[in-house]
T-cell receptor
Framework: DAGVIQSPRHEVTEMGQEVTLRCKPI?????LFWYRQTMMRGLELLIY????????DSGMPEDRFSAKMPNASFSTLKIQPSEPRDSAVYFC????????????FGSGTRLTVV | KNEVEQSPQNLTAQEGEFITINCSYS?????LHWLQQHPGGGIVSLFM???GKKKHGRLIATINIQEKHSSLHITASHPRDSAVYIC???????????FGEGTQLTVNP
């Protein structure tokens, strides 16, 4: 398995533009997580899906952020409109059973909003 | 006070030294994770612990549930061990991970 695949690896966009980050979890994993990492706040959970259903979105900063998981093999995190303070590395992780097998992280998407 | 605290924040060692990184937490947990993040940013899961001790190569992780404390040890450290080591806990209630701020380890040749 190729692991958790995120795209793009890097994204530079202008303030106000829509940004879409993509994640393909490991096949068979039933949980998917979106995390954000900044220097100031470290790693933070944004949203968590189980069996494609959003379970905990309390970490989503505001209405400009939305996440979807239309099927078991694909998820998107969208920011519209983007702002410079959204600049961060966004990680996707998936898990088969969080308490038994832990998590596998993707390589991250480094987002820069100018 | 953070729910997960790591110490030290920064650690510099000479190649070959034995290294210990500590993690203390204040909530009830079902599991504790040690993660490694290299320059360039990729995150690798090293260990998941709910009790006792685990060993993988030169890495050893221990947890004391009663004391709410975990340690990550690296024996015979090597420059390639230079990375940020992050402790994260999964609370008993819920599914989210709460992360420590990380320990930046630099191993000099």
């Amino acid at each position: 398995d190729a692991g958790v695949i995120q795209s793009p690896r890097h994204e530079v966009t202008e303030m106000g533009q829509e940004v879409t980050l993509r994640c393909k979890p490991i096949s068979g994993h039933n949980s998917l997580f979106w995390y954000r990492q900044t220097m100031m706040r470290g790693l933070e959970l944004l949203i968590y899906f189980n069996n494609n259903v959003p379970i905990d979105d309390s970490g989503m900063p505001e209405d400009r952020f939305s996440a979807k998981m239309p099927n078991a093999s694909f998820s998107t995190l969208k920011i519209q409109p983007s702002e410079p303070r959204d600049s961060a590395v966004y990680f996707c992780a998936s898990s088969l059973d969080m308490d038994t097998y832990g998590y596998t992280f993707g390589s991250g998407t480094r987002l820069t909003v100018v | 006070k953070n729910e997960v605290e790591q110490s030290p924040q920064n650690l510099t060692a000479q190649e070959g030294e034995f290294i210990t990184i500590n993690c203390s937490y204040s909530v009830g947990i079902s599991a504790l994770h040690w993660l490694q993040q290299h320059p360039g940013g990729g995150i690798v899961s090293l260990f998941m612990l709910s009790s006792g001790k685990k060993k993988h190569g030169r890495l050893i992780a221990t947890i004391n549930i009663q004391e709410k404390h975990s340690s990550l040890h690296i024996t015979a450290s090597h420059p390639r061990d230079s990375a940020v080591y992050i402790c994260a806990v999964k609370e008993t209630s819920g599914s989210r991970l709460t992360f420590g701020e990380g320990t930046q380890l630099t191993v000099n040749p």
